[in-house]
T-cell receptor, first 116, second 110 residues
Framework: DAGITQSPRHKVTETGTPVTLRCHQT?????MYWYRQDPGHGLRLIHY???????DKGEVSDGYSVSRSKTEDFLLTLESATSSQTSVYFC???????????????FGPGTRLTVT | RKEVEQDPGPFNVPEGATVAFNCTYS??????FFWYRQDCRKEPKLLMS???SGNEDGRFTAQLNRASQYISLLIRDSKLSDSATYLC???????????FGRGTSLIVHP
């Protein structure tokens, strides 16, 4: 258990409304990620963060923004939700494994978002 | 060539069978690799790390072939509970962005 929680776990919203998803970690890891997962596409990176106030775009960042004002929280905002943003959203943290000189990712339980 | 490719399956096998999945990758600089397991409507969970030539954990064996740029996951004595999607993950060289395959679906039936 990497101590990652996501909220809300389920949300239904209407097209055009703003939505914010929260990812919270308890272990002060530097790297945090937001992915969306859709049938036929696998996991796709939306945004990631490498520290407080340090974020960068992933491959599917259009229509999304993020913020990280504290190490433990990484927020994903859909400024004006569209039906194409109906998806399952996963947050992840990245932990270094010194013995392998590499990094492992651990995921939160996901948020199921439906935009009607 | 896509960065990480997996056969989507599904692989439909009886209990007790041995099944193997392959994953090919394009980034020859990658040094270590990962297999994740994802159950339906759940988050991906780390199953095994793969480095050097391979790794074994109980019924699961992961192997790496650098010359041909693929990794494999072998599951022996399949159980019903092994039914899931298996994702191959390749760290992207010196960056902190891993690349995920789309996954291989395994269905183990009685």
């Amino acid at each position: 258990d990497a101590g990652i929680t996501q909220s809300p776990r389920h949300k239904v919203t209407e097209t055009g409304t703003p939505v914010t998803l929260r990812c919270h970690q308890t272990e002060n890891h530097r790297y945090m990620y937001w992915y969306r997962q859709d049938p036929g596409h696998g996991l796709r990176l939306i945004h990631y963060s490498y520290g407080v106030k340090d974020t960068d775009k992933g491959e599917v960042s259009d229509g999304y923004s993020v913020s990280r004002s504290k190490t433990e929280d990484f927020l994903l905002t859909l400024e004006s939700a569209t039906s194409s943003q109906t998806s399952v959203y996963f947050c992840a943290i990245q932990i270094r494994t010194p013995s392998l000189d590499t990094y492992e990712q651990y995921f939160g339980p996901g948020t199921r978002l439906t935009v009607t | 060539r896509k960065e990480v490719e997996q056969d989507p399956g599904p692989f439909n096998v009886p209990e007790g069978a041995t099944v193997a999945f392959n994953c090919t990758y394009s980034n020859s600089a990658s040094q270590s690799f990962f297999w994740y397991r994802q159950d339906c409507r759940k988050e991906p969970k780390l199953l095994m790390s793969v480095y050097s030539s391979g790794n074994e954990d109980g019924r699961f064996t992961a192997q790496l072939n650098r010359a041909s740029q693929y990794i494999s996951l072998l599951i022996r004595d399949s159980k019903l509970s092994d039914s899931a999607t298996y994702l191959c993950v390749v760290p992207s060289g010196g960056s902190y962005i891993p690349t995920f395959g789309r996954g291989t679906s395994l269905i183990v039936h009685p």
